[in-house]
């Protein structure tokens, strides 16, 4: 091929076709991406005073995009086997969802050429009606019209270039290929085509592949693409929701203390150190009781960072429904082979990260009570705990009662 | 020579008939204007830059683009205007075409002639007018219309980019003959728009190549 090519083209006019190639690819990146920016385009015509344009269109540069270009193209494309030329543009979703939409080309058909055609002014001339119909095709493939509705609450356009054969197959079935046109060249038929998706179903199979080339992502809209607006979001400090937090009409204004639950006064306190005892008492009673050991010694330091012992705290109360003083959850088995399972609390951040809902959590147990309430007597504790303690000595007894039940019906195991 | 002749045929409703044809004529027209040129002396010019502008469609959905030329726009839209009137009023059949054509001019033989007009490239929009019933129907002819343009305008690109015959670049002397210079902002080839209403008409074009045909025949 290079043998051919140099019988047929002069120097100087390779060195033309490949500096006119390589502006083309330029410009149709530039009028490929800014089709997709979902604004409608408008260049005003120049005079000759405000200097030649390549292929006398006004074509505007994004600068960015020339950069990403340019790092993609380069020199000698003709020669190089580095065509054919790929600009990919997909969706993405709010959520992440990437489909793509269609497949830009351009490339040099090796079989086709036209050995008289070595006049490099008809070749620029039909590289600037190539353009055109450049220009023209962009504004009615189907990914247009998306673009023109994309925003940050349902999508974005991406784009990226590569220098490899087109990926068709990650335009779904029944995609379709246009051809915009091509110019016949002493070394080869130069075309360019889409190719485009038919079908706009977004399967979750389909999240971003090969993204080890370019990707070129949030490019059109910057300030307002989803991800940003998630990040402003979450950059909310953390001490916003004490000081949105709202006090009840007639609620004591004075924050009320938090107190760490306190077992020893509490009504139920005797309930609570049974159960406590028989953990310790018997620790291998049940296959995935915690291991006190480790939970309650040294090791405790190993499982959560000390400075987040509190958060850890208020996350169990929240999941296990009572108080608890154990940092973490945590499942060992008692055999020598055992296993160790950390449990994590479903979408809870790991241990170190401050939790907005601990935070809230906090908040919602430093609550200040209604002022109507601050007369009504409280509970009477005595009265319970003497109960409670009416029932203990009577244990014996109840025992008995449950002895008789189960020797009167055999059956019941 | 015989020029080439493009016919397309579209079902539109009434007021889709203006944005029907121009999205036809200035895609063509797009392709067919360069910027104004500049002779530095008889033989050798620069050529300025062609703008062009994002149009989209009210009543189907389609956008397409034009160059960016008011005096351009202005006179195409009041010719395509005369003709989507006429279509529309209450003499037509509903039917009618409208054709784009290029042409040169060769200098008269004789100074009482007027110089020739030859077509090389001819575009023809034939409209049929449909009336709908309702907006659900109104809705699917935005989209179908829309659909079938987008066939058009893929196929006007394909026609753009093959090696056809395009009048040579002129000297100096001849620049009126190929290209219309009375634009400020961009210089299409010649060309000049027709209309007829009632059924197809046997054409400017076709008249004019047959003077062309009998004058040449002639002076032979």
Known sequence: MKRDLKMRLSKTDKKELDKFTKFLALKATEVIVQSRIGEKVTTPCKSHSSGPDWFNLNISDLPEVVIEAKKVLNSDLLLSKKFPFCIEISLRTAEGDNMVLETWCAQLLNEQCDPNNANGQTIYNRMGILLKSLVSVTRVTPAYKLSRRQGPDSYVICYRMYMDEPLHHCLGEGFKQIRVGQICTAIGTLQLSCAYRTKMTISPTQTSRDNSILLKSDHFNTNLSPKIRRYSQSDDRPSSLSETMKIGAFADRKMKHFEEPQLVDMPFCTFFADKLSLHESEPQSLATSPDNDRLNGDNMEQLTNDDVNEDDDTQNVEKNGNVSTQPDVSMVSTGDDFIMVDLKTPFAKPPGEKFELTKFFREWQQAPSLETFKDVPPVDATDLQKQLETFESDLNEFDSIVQTLCQNSPNNN | ?220
């Not at chain 2, 910027?35 to 830059?49: D, P, R, T």
């Open chain 2, 1 to 220: 020579m015989n020029a080439r002749s493009q016919l397309f045929e579209l079902t539109v409703e009434g007021r889709q008939a203006d944005e029907a044809v121009a999205s036809i004529f200035h895609t063509v027209l797009f392709h067919r204007s360069l910027g104004k040129f500049l002779y530095s002396n008889e033989s050798s010019y620069s050529v300025s830059s062609v703008g062009f502008t994002d149009v989209d469609c009210d009543f189907i959905d389609l956008t397409y683009v034009c160059c960016s030329s008011n005096t351009l726009n202005r006179q195409v839209k009041q010719e395509i205007s005369n003709f989507s009137e006429q279509l529309r009023s209450n003499e037509s059949s509903g039917v009618g075409q409208i054709t784009l054509e290029f042409f040169q001019r060769k200098p008269g033989r004789y100074l009482f002639l007027q110089p020739d007009c030859i077509p090389w490239e001819v575009w023809t929009v034939r409209l049929q007018l449909i009336s709908l019933e309702n907006e659900g129907e109104r809705q699917l002819c935005r989209e179908r219309v829309g659909d079938h343009l987008t066939e058009k305008i893929l196929y006007i690109t394909e026609v753009m980019n093959r090696q056809d015959y395009i009048p040579k670049m002129p000297s100096r002397s001849e620049v009126d003959l190929v290209f219309d210079t009375s634009f400020p902002d961009v210089q299409p080839y010649l060309f000049k728009l027709n209309s007829s209403i009632s059924g197809p008409s046997s054409g400017t074009s076709v008249g004019s190549t047959m003077r062309k045909f009998i004058k040449e025949s002639l002076n032979l």
